[in-house]
């Protein structure tokens, strides 16, 4: 798993870099500083069933199986997945698995410079088709819960719209659908954005390119009061271990291939194409306003990048009557990894899905 390695080499230089900085103030000893350079993440057990260009399906396998229909994590193109896995009491993946399902989640991996010309089509109609393909096949069903966060949320959309006899149930995380005034920071990012000109310089967009971007978004919060915050909760391990995961994982990202960035930003966040059914894949278009699926919406009432209004939207126009809205007072990542979350939004979104599942005694 990709995951499994030791963080990179920027990564380690930021940490290490925190740690002596602690070290020279007096408030931290060597040993918490290896703490912090070797906390784990993704180690929830997991085997890889299919591999196509760079991307994997990790299965999770639960240790008591109570539904036969499988749920497939659909994560975004940009940063790694093991946010869902981020360590083992605040762990989307191992939430899902003590509810009794069985999970899929597919890592994109990173492009390289062939994949550059991979759009929409190509990740909606051809990747995500196979794996959901695979999954259906390995677990023995027609359909899947399709579960997707952020970007990976709209790429879920997409398919469900498109292949919807695949799909059991949908459900969005934190999902941009719409940006029309919401006042999210995303949104206020992309109105200024020329994708055209990054895609254009580098090929592929670089993935510290966009740390840095998202960064300066909230330079405040994400470049000074998180870090004063680190010095002051320094003598807490359990505090020191979950800033270093979090910290590695804001800055392990991936580069994300050059035409998919450019088609997603202009279609999606900065022209309305989904919402409005105006996006064509594969000879189709995509019209959410006729999904039939049953649909579940997690939003964040604290975010700040994708908040509530962004998302909501969606309930209002699809054809399915069985829709549901969880609203949870939590950010873009709190949703993910807080512990409040973890202890009560979670339990609702497998009491969701569970009742729409068909139960495992049964195949």
Known sequence: MSWEEPPSPYIQRHLAHLGVRAIERGTVTPERMMTM????VGQT???IIYEENKLEVHRYEPDEQRFATPICLVYALVNRPYILDLQPDRSVIKALLEAGFEVYLIDWGEPSRLDTALGLEDYVCRYIDNCVATIC?????????????CMGGSLAIMYASLFSDNVRTLSAMATPVVFDETGGLLERW??????????????NVPAELLASQFALMEPVENLLSKYIRFFENIEDEDFVEMF???????????DVAGRVFREFVDDVYRNN????GEISLGGETVT???????LLQIVGTQDHIVPPESSTVLNNVVATDDEHIVEFPAGHIGISVSGRAHSELWPEV????GQRSVPKHTE
């Open 350 to 353: 497998c009491s969701w899905l």
């Open 244 to 254: 270093a995961r979090m910290e590695r994982w804001t800055w392990d990202g991936v």
């Open 288 to 294: 959410p306003s006729e999904l039939t699926v049953p």
């Open 190 to 203: 992309a109105r200024f954005y020329d994708p055209k000109t990054v895609t254009e310089t580098y090929g």
């Open 273 to 276: 194409r989904l919402i409005e």
């Open 45 to 47: 057990s997991s085997e």
């Open 137 to 149: 096949d390995r677990a023995g069903v027609e359909s899947v819960h399709l579960l997707g966060y």
């Open 37 to 40: 350079m070797t906390s784990a």
